[in-house]
């Protein structure tokens, strides 16, 4: 153990595995097909959930963490191409919140983008958002990628418009995951006709990235880890061979195939979320490829959250999961099983003790 | 003599037992009283239920639902355990304490006081239905 | 638990016998509070090993000027550190960046050294013999050319390993130095008598207090490990808890990238972290090259830790109330200063006040063995 003069090369040799630990300098690990221009790097940060406290206070956890995740993408040479921010930047949506955790966003020496977030979203409707941050859905193309992002946690308008007295009590209604008083996120017709109308200008061979905050899936309603027209919006997304859905919401490491469609979720930064099975009273359809993080010591507020970046291969995502007082998990799409799966621990001899949710 | 004194306390037991009996019948509990008692946990369940998800058990605002929606990854059923986070081995209430004093920033509850009952009623009942294992980690 | 009677006297340390497992050869007997040795270690070594391994560990001639041995930084007398300095000093008076780490319960680390860049006690004890700032040698050669050649030390090879000129090789060197060290244990303080013993006046009240403060409000039980049945108060990991890095966190980014840009080895890297300051300040970084490890030094143990001032790895705190302080502003020494973005998650503002600062190190001071208590602590 003397001598770990390594270069990315004989480490991914020695190693057996192909791998973007979570180390820098960051190199893109050379895959075996695809030509070098369709290569490059971009960061995800998510679920910050900047609170309020009062004053000039905010809940030092919270912000602790997007101060890392902001510090560490930072160090990333050579430089991701830009970062996402996946949603949920403020817990009430308050103007301090967004503009606080703007600041600290602001700090990223990369161009950002920014998907929308229910926490964000619930007390002026997104309103403060579009000033600091522009549209809530858009889309852009990148080295040959259509990149998509969707306002996926809007729901349905009696709940939106009428159910509630003001628009504080809504965004606190929202604001409890397992609130029985809470109503399923969904895209909705509008956004998934400006969809159809975006995709049909792309080729068919082009390769989709959509970036979301609810899964586009329908794993667990009662956390809502739901998107109500998830089945449409997939089937809009039917016709390209290589999509891949990245979302937020959940706090935890999440990663799917259905059809042509592969999913996977980032961590927050702020706090980790229990998976479904970890509650007895609950029925849910969560991915049984999914090889879930490592449980949390709470002692270490840092530990089972984190955020991530993406090597794009050929259109295909590659997700280095980087994790604080953890190794990190690197989940690929594996071309010859034609789904994503977790460079180390997919094989379930290679499972260690804290992967055990219950 | 010794024979005689027990025999004769036995027997004034047994004779005040059947009084009693026949007057009471106190150990037979009915199905109302059963849904009545299961009405009153349920009662202390719901305030349960309210602190998990209210700010007033911390300073900062945080409630015990940001962490663990329905008590989820609680597991009230490994309890008493060992606890890395202590040291040592505690029951659930001690851990209670813990998250109140460490993510809450708040101050521990005396472990008799009707707000710990409430808590830990709530994160039984939504565990109801699993095996103990006391002291998995 | 056995607590014979008869072996009170002995030391003033109570033993503990630990059973062992089948097979083995009889265990070294572990003090009061501490965990069974590692497996690596279980097999005590013979005397004359350790014998060897001690005047090994003492000799100075293993360096460029022949004054300067294992002992002169971990000395015996002073709880086998260089106490009071701060960093430690090589040969011509040289100093590193780091302060050294006492040698009393190492056998209980899984890494040596601040940033863990040793797997083993052997390994260890082969970088600062060759390191310039502290025993100065250019390479091996000269120590083993001592222990071939000497009389003494041919003998003592010969004896314990079967082993005599060209055959002696490095190998057995710190074979017999480790085999030394792991005999350097202690437990049976007051608070081991107190907490694993059922003494309850081993503490003071304020010691009492200190120690439930260690447990809650001070947060120091996850790192700093206490268990139900013994205490190593270490978790054997890293943390940034910010110090050292906090003065030059504005240059973080850039040291770092620079300094994985140079790709240096493992005997590189040892070098550079003790003779340059900033570059120490990276800590585990230098080993892992891992984000999370930016800053991050291994939590030493805190037995005895009232002899071995100062304080942290660059002996940056001179007392433990500074340290207690430290940790009291949420991990930096000057409240003022601000957070190093990359402190370590468990490290946070703890509103403390002065008395209940002043019990935590009551507490600490309680966890001197008692073979190690100096005449000023009486």
């Known amino acids: ?358 | 003599m010794k024979a005689i004194t027990v025999t004769a306390t036995l027997g004034a037991v047994l004779l005040a037992g059947t009084i009693i009996g026949f007057l009471a019948q106190a150990d037979e509990f009915t199905k109302k009283d059963q849904e009545r008692w299961q009405n009153e946990y349920m009662a202390v369940v719901q305030k349960g239920r309210a602190l998990w998800t209210s700010a007033e058990l911390g300073t900062k605002g945080v409630a015990c639902a940001q962490c663990h929606p329905n008590a989820a990854n609680t597991h009230p059923e490994t309890y008493p355990k060992f606890q890395q986070q202590l040291g040592r081995v505690i029951a659930l209430r001690e851990m209670i304490n813990w998250c109140i004093q460490q993510p809450l920033e708040g101050k521990p509850l005396a472990f008799d006081d009707p707000k710990m009952i409430a808590l830990e009623s709530y994160i039984a009942y939504e565990r109801r239905g699993v095996r103990m294992d006391p002291g998995k980690h | 638990m056995i607590k014979p009677r008869w072996m009170a006297p002995l030391i003033g340390v109570q033993l503990l016998f630990i059973a062992t497992a089948p097979g083995v050869e009889a265990a070294q007997k572990v003090p009061l509070g501490l965990p069974p040795l590692p497996e690596r270690a279980t097999q005590a070594a013979s005397p004359e090993k350790v014998a060897l391994g001690k005047k090994l560990f003492e000799e100075t001639r293993f360096s460029a000027t022949r004054q300067v041995s294992c002992a002169t930084c971990h000395d015996a007398g002073k709880a086998f550190t260089d106490s009071p300095l701060s960093v430690s000093e090589g040969i011509r008076q040289l100093k590193g960046t780091r302060n050294a780490p006492t040698v009393i319960n190492a056998v209980y680390f899984e890494t040596m050294f601040w940033d863990g860049r040793s797997p083993s006690l052997e390994d260890q004890a082969l970088h600062p013999f060759v390191n310039p700032v502290e025993m100065g040698l250019k390479d091996h050669d000269p120590i083993l050319a001592i222990v071939r050649k000497d009389a003494d030390y041919a003998r003592a090879f010969d004896q314990v390993f079967g082993k005599r000129g060209p055959a002696v090789t490095m190998a057995e060197v710190t074979d017999a130095i480790a085999a030394f060290e792991r005999t350097i244990i202690s437990g049976g303080s007051p608070f081991d008598c107190y907490y694993f013993g059922g003494e309850e006046d081993a503490l003071t009240p304020a010691q009492k207090r200190g120690l439930k403060l260690f447990v809650n409000e001070g947060r120091c039980v996850s790192c700093h490990v206490i268990e139900q049945t013994q205490a190593l108060f270490t978790d054997n990991r890293f943390h940034n808890v910010g110090v050292g890095i906090t003065a030059i966190q504005q240059d973080v980014p850039a040291l770092a990238v620079e300094f994985l840009k140079t790709r240096a080895t493992l005997a590189e890297v040892d070098i550079q972290v003790l003779s340059d300051k900033r570059t120490s300040e990276l800590g585990r970084l230098a080993v892992t090259r891992l984000f999370d490890d930016i800053g991050s030094f291994k939590t030493p143990t805190l037995r005895n830790i009232a002899v071995t001032a100062p304080y942290m790895h660059d002996g940056s705190l001179k007392t433990l109330r500074d340290v207690v302080v430290h940790y009291n502003n949420g991990g930096v020494t000057n409240e003022k200063d601000r957070v190093n973005d990359f402190l370590s998650g468990g490290i946070r503002p703890l509103h403390l006040t002065e008395a209940q600062i002043d019990d935590l190190v009551a507490f600490m001071e309680s966890l001197t063995s008692p073979e190690y208590v100096q005449p000023a602590q009486l």
């Open chain 1, 1 to 358: 153990m003397n001598d770990f003069r390594l270069n990315r090369r004989d480490f991914i040799k020695r190693a057996g595995v192909a791998t973007a630990a979570a180390a820098f300098p960051l190199s893109v690990v050379e895959l075996a097909f695809g030509a070098a221009q369709d290569k490059f790097t971009f960061a995800h940060i998510s679920d910050a959930h900047i609170q309020h406290v009062k004053g000039t206070e905010f809940v030092r956890n919270w912000d602790r963490g997007l101060i890392r995740a902001v510090a560490e993408a930072n160090l990333l040479t050579p430089k991701p191409d830009f970062v996402m921010f996946g949603g949920d930047l403020a817990q009430l949506g308050t103007k301090e919140e967004l503009d606080h955790g703007a600041e600290m966003l602001s700090r990223l020496r990369h161009k950002t983008y920014c998907v929308m977030g229910e926490h964000d979203y619930y007390l002026d409707l997104g309103e403060y958002w579009s000033k600091l941050f522009g549209p809530h859905y858009y889309s852009f193309d990148h080295k040959g990628v259509h990149f998509v992002v969707l306002n996926s946690i809007l729901t349905y308008d009696e709940w939106t418009y009428n159910r509630w007295p003001t628009a504080r009590q809504r965004m606190l209604e929202m604001a409890g995951l397992d609130n029985p008083n809470g109503s399923p996120f969904m895209v909705g017709e509008k956004q998934r006709e400006w969809l159809r109308a975006d995709l049909a200008r792309v080729a068919k061979t082009t390769p989709i990235v959509l970036f979301s905050h609810s899964p586009i899936q329908k794993l667990y309603k009662g956390w809502n880890f739901w998107t109500e027209d998830a089945e449409q919006v997939q089937a809009l997304l039917k016709p390209f061979p290589t999509v891949t859905v990245i979302y937020g919401h959940v706090h935890q490491i999440q990663y799917n195939q259905v059809g042509n469609i592969t999913f996977h979720s980032v961590m927050a930064t702020a706090w980790p979320w229990p998976y479904p099975q970890s509650y007895a009273q609950a029925e849910h359809a969560m991915p049984k490829l999914t090889v879930p993080m490592n449980r949390a010591d709470p002692f270490f507020e840092r530990d089972a959250t984190g955020w991530q970046f993406i090597d794009m291969d050929t259109g295909r995502v590659m997700m280095d999961y980087n994790l604080y007082n953890n190794t990190s998990r690197v989940v690929a799409y594996n071309p010859a099983t034609r789904q994503p799966e977790d460079r180390v621990y997919q094989d379930p001899s290679k499972r260690i003790p804290p992967q055990d949710h219950y």
